[in-house]
């Protein structure tokens, strides 16, 4: 990819966007990822149950930023959106602790809103510094 283009990430088995947006894209050595929820990319329906729907929502930014050739571990900012700070958090740190497996962690913001799309309970958006490797 030229340095000055974007390339949209959209692979194949992602969820669908429910309106006028991309999953992602690469841009230079950045990837940014759009707000995740917990869909199953197989039905395009929110996965049942608060941990497991947290678990997807980062899967779903996981698959995105694979499909750019970064990683998790490529993270410089993460933002979560929850509809219930003292319910979600709590499931949100234990399920990121889980991807990153411990310390370092990207820095991160966690706002409580009053609703998120199609009246979920969490969102996770990030933004990930994945260099574009020279070629041979």
Do not use: H
């Not at 707000?35 to 929502?57: C, F, H, L, S, Y």
């Not at 930014?61 to 410089?76: F, P």
Request: proline fraction near 11%; include cysteine; glycine fraction near 12%.
């Amino acid at each position: 990819m030229p340095p000055n283009e974007i390339e949209f990430l959209s692979p194949p088995g992602t969820i669908m966007p429910t309106g006028p947006w991309s999953l992602g894209v690469r841009a230079g050595d950045f990837i940014f990822v759009a707000g995740m929820r917990g869909i199953d990319p197989v039905t395009n329906k929110p996965v049942e149950g608060a941990e497991p729907r947290v678990r997807q929502a980062f899967l779903n930014m996981k698959a995105i930023v694979e499909a750019g050739g970064g990683g998790l571990r490529n993270a410089v900012r993460l933002v979560v959106y929850v509809n219930d700070m003292q319910r979600y958090r709590p499931i949100v740190n234990k399920i990121q602790e889980e991807f990153w497996g411990g310390a370092p962690c990207p820095p991160r913001t966690i706002v409580e809103v009053a609703r998120l799309n199609q009246d979920d309970v969490v969102e996770v958006e990030g933004t990930f510094f994945c260099p574009v490797k020279a070629g041979p």
